[in-house]
Structure formats: structure tokens, C-alpha cells
T-cell receptor, first 113, second 115 residues
């Protein structure tokens, strides 16, 4: 079964607003990674958060991880039209497989200018 | 981060033919993986490409359909054999430099359309 599940499936906001996407997973993890994908192209790595970390920042991105709830959130502040993309969370460590990633279904973010 | 290239970037193929996708990394990496992303879907792991030995396939994927080579620490190929329209997908390779919990980086993908 799918390890990660993002919500919402689609999110439409205005430029300058903040966007929050959530990811839930089912089994214990070592790490959780967030990726961006523009129009069916390759995945761009955004951030990795380890299971012993609770929050991480990178530029306009803020990721939180709550292992007790098996959930993570990605916050993009002051969004731009260029942030329009699909965002995926991916977990590893399930079933003892440290490097094999299991992806959520993704959130399609549209930032309107 | 590793710089990863894939060839071809896209292709349109006829049913019953095969296509080999190449993945080249600019540095030696421990782990290389192949993923499939069907239209409108998320990514699914096909196999782990092991250097010098046979690839390790995930449930639902078999070597006869997706033979993989990894002759060295910077290069791998994935062949999609005897293609059908259901194989139309984006195929992506990914790498991790190794070590517990390393970031995994992806290539630009190969968009395959089977007619």
C-alpha cells in the first residue's frame, strides 16, 4: 500500500500567500524527503528531514515532522508563480529498506500571479 | 548534489519494440535506482541497480521485462522490453551517495510513449 499520502491533492493560491502541504505515512521511517516536479519533468530535491528532527528550514521552505502522528508538512512562504508544480513526499526505511523511497501521490500547487 | 543525465529525454516507440534508457552521473555513487511514473501518478520503484551484480527488483517488476545493467559506479541502463501502451510512462533514475539517510537525487527523466 502507498506509504505516503499528501493532502490536499490540489491547492490553488495567489502569489504572496503561503502554501501548506501535508504528508502522512504508515510505518516507521528513517527519513522523509520532499521533492518538486514541474510539468512531468525530473524531481528536484527540496529537503530531507531525519526521524530525530522535528523542523527544518531552507530558504522559503519549512518542513516539520511528527513521528508520533506519522505526518509531515511542507510550508512555502511568500509563494511565487514559479512555485507552481507538483510536490511529493517520500519516505525510506520502511521494512528495513534504508534507501528505497516510497512516494505519496503528490499535491499539485498552482500559484496564480 | 550529484548531476544526473538521462538519454533519451523522450521517445515514441512502437508496440513490441524495446528501448534502452541510459543514466549517467557525474560522480561515483553507491546506490542507483530506477523508478516509473505512470501518467498522472506518483513514482514507483522498479529496481535497485547493483554494481557488478544483478539488479534487485520490486514486487511486480521482472528482469525479463526491465533488464538493468550497471557496469560501474557512474552509469546504468534500463531496458523496457516488448513494449505495450501500458508502458507509457516517465522513467527516472536516482542516486544516493551512500551512508545512512542520504538525500536521493533524480535525473530529468525519460518520457516514453508507446503506440
Amino acid at each position: 500500500s502507498q506509504q505516503g499520502e499528501e493532502d490536499p491533492q490540489a491547492l490553488s493560491i495567489q502569489e504572496g500567500e503561503n502554501a501548506t502541504m501535508n504528508c502522512s505515512y504508515k510505518t516507521s521511517i528513517n527519513n522523509l524527503q520532499w521533492y518538486r516536479q514541474n510539468s512531468g519533468r525530473g524531481l528536484v530535491h527540496l529537503i530531507l528531514i531525519r526521524s530525530n528532527e522535528r523542523e527544518k528550514h531552507s530558504g522559503r521552505l519549512r518542513v516539520t515532522l511528527d513521528t508520533s502522528k506519522k505526518s509531515s508538512s511542507l510550508l512555502i512562504t511568500a509563494s511565487r508563480a514559479a512555485d507552481t508544480a507538483s510536490y511529493f513526499c517520500a519516505t525510506d526505511g520502511s521494512g528495513g529498506s534504508n534507501y528505497k523511497l516510497t512516494f505519496g501521490k503528490g499535491t499539485l500547487l498552482t500559484v496564480n500571479p | 548534489s550529484a548531476v544526473i543525465s538521462q538519454k533519451p529525454s523522450r521517445d515514441i516507440c512502437q508496440r513490441g519494440t524495446s528501448l534502452t534508457i541510459q543514466c549517467q552521473v557525474d560522480s561515483q555513487v553507491t546506490m542507483m535506482f530506477w523508478y516509473r511514473q505512470q501518467p498522472g501518478q506518483s513514482l514507483t520503484l522498479i529496481a535497485t541497480a547493483n554494481q557488478g551484480s544483478e539488479a534487485t527488483y520490486e514486487s511486480g517488476f521482472v528482469i525479463d521485462k526491465f533488464p538493468i545493467s550497471r557496469p560501474n559506479l557512474t552509469f546504468s541502463t534500463l531496458t523496457v522490453s516488448n513494449m505495450s501502451p501500458e508502458d507509457s510512462s516517465i522513467y527516472l533514475c536516482s542516486v544516493t551517495a551512500g551512508g545512512f539517510g542520504d538525500e536521493q537525487f533524480f535525473g530529468p527523466g525519460t518520457r516514453l510513449t508507446v503506440l
